[in-house]
């Protein structure tokens, strides 16, 4: 019997490779390993739309809300740095950060937002959601945009070298070449999109 | 000026008066180039194959599982899907306004060891392959009857199976399945044309068929008296309860990570939503050590090759000592000797990657319908890649280095020739 025979022989070699989940789910807890983060990036013409989602670890080296004078102040820095640096950029570093949003998944300071802080006491769990053995992420949404983005085939990306905590970045991409995926490890700074 | 133009003269005649040797040493040479480019071709064009198993498809959406079991039995038709997706699932995804179109895919079924896909028009409408190619039907029509079956270029191959041809289905997976639907049997209303990916391995038949043919059905037997005839089969209504994945196109692609992450998480029903082309590079990367493993051949047969170069130079340079002593004889200098030697050399590096080009198109370009028609390798014919003249080129460079040698060799013998003094030997 003949078949297709390469594609089906390499697929079933890796079919026995379990792959994680990667998103998010509605009832399961989504995965979380230090080290690791993802990258996605979304490109149409000249913008694209950048999400990152990593454990706060990598970014931070801590993962409760911020309790210290100085962790408060690494957290305003990493805000900061984040909302005003592409993600990704050309080679001839042309991207501008349109607009940004910065999400952590612990109760912020409660001395920011006090009654949001507050609410939680109300639950019938009385766990502390800042305390040291919670995991928490931090997410980055961006909108660049970035002249003749189309015409570039390697962009690249300054979180691995910024965060050496950071050892794998998984890289996904839509464009108008298609879609694709690849993993940066530590020292990788530059990806090609297209297929 | 002069000189060089000698020199070529020389190269020109010395080539021909030993052409019988040196077209055997250019054949051996044509081989291995060929064959160093035939892999580095063919590791490239095995990845773009394989890559372009499905395009177009912005994501494929199934019950709660990972990407590449999703994608391997969505896609490849390799393994099961654990659960299925209700049909009032799909149906609110057809009303999402940024969604373009949707192909359902119920399976679960078989014919003679063949997948059996159930879906409707939308598949030949939209499934796109390769650089975004759209399905043909090579023969006949996209199915319209309840009891039609539209069949992929492989199993019409390997079964014989021509329009018109009376299939029997069998329940479940499997080459041999004793329980199979004989009472309703489906007739062949097209041949798609082949692809090249595993579409070509797949028989094609309506959602409502695949409802109709269970109907009497208890734990994958039929119920005698039960079952329907094709006749009554034809009269009712058939919507189906689930299905077992969706493949979504968008309206606009910018959006897919956003809809996926939303139907990631779903509070209707637990979903995974996957991206294609992300799930097939990580498919791929996963697969590095075979492309790896490639590549260390290629390594390989560079090195033969050019070791074999290097012995057939240095036995070349053997067969011409009394050459060599002539030309000196008459006033060439050593220089000159040893520019024919490394022009020699290039030469035959050149003519060699020259054959091995034509060779290697005439190879492809032969075979290609043939590996197609028989394997379901889609290897097209296409310009060389960057990597590929850098190898190409590698090749004369190589041959000059090497020929340095016994051109060295024999200017410094030239002048230690000295024909000019009493005391020479």
């Known amino acids: 019997m003949r078949r297709n025979v390469t594609p089906l022989m390499t697929v079933a070699l890796a079919s026995a490779v379990l792959a994680p989940l990667t998103a998010g789910a509605a009832n399961n807890p989504s995965a979380h390993q230090h080290g690791h983060a993802e990258l996605q990036v979304a490109i149409d013409a000249n913008t694209a739309d950048v999400f990152v989602r990593s454990p706060a670890y990598n970014l931070l080296g801590f993962e409760h809300e911020p309790r210290t004078e100085q962790q408060h102040r690494q957290l305003a820095d990493l805000e900061q740095w984040l909302m005003s640096t592409p993600l990704i950029n050309t080679e001839d570093g042309n991207c501008n950060v349109e607009d940004a949003s910065f999400h952590s998944s612990w109760p912020e300071a409660p001395r920011h937002h006090s009654d949001h802080a507050h609410e939680h006491h109300g639950h019938d769990h009385d766990h502390d959601h800042g305390q040291a053995n919670d995991h928490s992420d931090i997410e980055i949404t961006q909108s660049l945009t970035c002249d003749g983005l189309a015409e570039h085939q390697t962009l690249a990306t300054p979180l691995v070298k910024h965060f050496p905590a950071l050892e794998h970045l998984d890289v996904q991409w839509i464009g108008p070449e298609g879609q694709g995926a690849t993993r940066l490890e530590v020292g990788d700074q530059q990806f090609r999109i297209g297929r | ?425």
């Open chain 2, 1 to 425: 000026m002069n000189k060089l133009k000698l020199t070529i003269f020389l190269s020109a005649a010395s080539l021909w008066y030993r052409r019988r040797v040196l077209a055997l040493v250019c054949l051996t040479l044509t081989l291995s180039v060929t064959l160093l480019l035939g892999i580095q071709y063919l590791r490239t064009e095995i990845r773009q194959s394989f890559t372009s198993t499905i395009s177009g498809t912005d994501l494929i959406v199934g019950a709660r599982s990972g990407q590449l079991n999703l994608l391997l039995y969505t896609v490849f038709h390799i393994g099961d899907a654990t659960n299925n997706i209700r049909w009032s699932t799909y149906q609110s995804m057809t009303e999402d306004s940024r969604i373009d179109w949707l192909i359902p895919i119920s399976l679960g079924d078989s014919y003679r060891g063949y997948r059996v896909v159930s879906t409707n028009e939308q598949f030949l409408a939209h499934f796109r392959y390769g650089n975004d190619q759209p399905l043909t039907l090579a023969s006949g029509d996209w199915f319209s009857d309840l009891f039609d079956v539209v069949i992929g270029a492989g199993v019409a191959r390997q079964l014989d199976h021509e329009l018109n041809d009376d299939l029997v289905l069998s329940h479940g997976g499997g080459r041999t399945s004793f329980s199979n639907h004989k009472d309703l049997p489906f007739r062949v209303s097209g041949i798609l044309a082949p692809t090249g990916t595993p579409v070509d391995q797949a028989v094609y038949i309506s959602l409502e068929a695949m409802e109709a043919m269970h109907v009497g059905w208890e734990s994958g037997v039929a119920i005698p008296g039960r079952t329907l005839s094709a006749d009554q089969a034809r009269n009712r209504d058939y919507t189906p309860d689930a299905i077992t994945a969706v493949l979504i196109g968008l309206d606009r692609p910018i959006l897919t990570f956003q809809v996926q992450r939303e139907l990631n998480q779903s509070r209707e029903e637990p979903l995974s939503a996957i991206l294609p082309g992300v799930a097939l590079s990580e498919l791929w990367r996963m697969m590095g050590q075979f492309e790896k493993a490639l590549l260390g051949i290629s390594g390989f047969v560079v090195i033969t090759s050019l070791v074999g170069l290097i012995a057939v130079l240095l036995t070349l340079q053997a067969q011409r000592q009394r050459e060599i002593a002539v030309l000196r004889a008459t006033g060439a200098s050593p220089g000159l000797i040893a520019g024919l030697y490394s022009l020699e050399c290039v030469g035959l590096a050149l003519a060699s990657c020259l054959f091995a080009l034509l060779l290697g198109a005439a190879a492809i370009a032969g075979l290609s319908p043939w590996l197609l028609e028989h394997y379901g390798l889609q290897i097209r014919l296409r310009p060389l890649a960057r990597e590929e003249w850098l190898l190409l080129m590698a090749v004369p460079l190589f041959a000059l280095l090497v020929s340095a040698l016994p051109a060295l060799n024999t200017w410094r013998a030239g002048r230690q020739q000295g024909f000019g003094a009493p005391d020479s030997s």
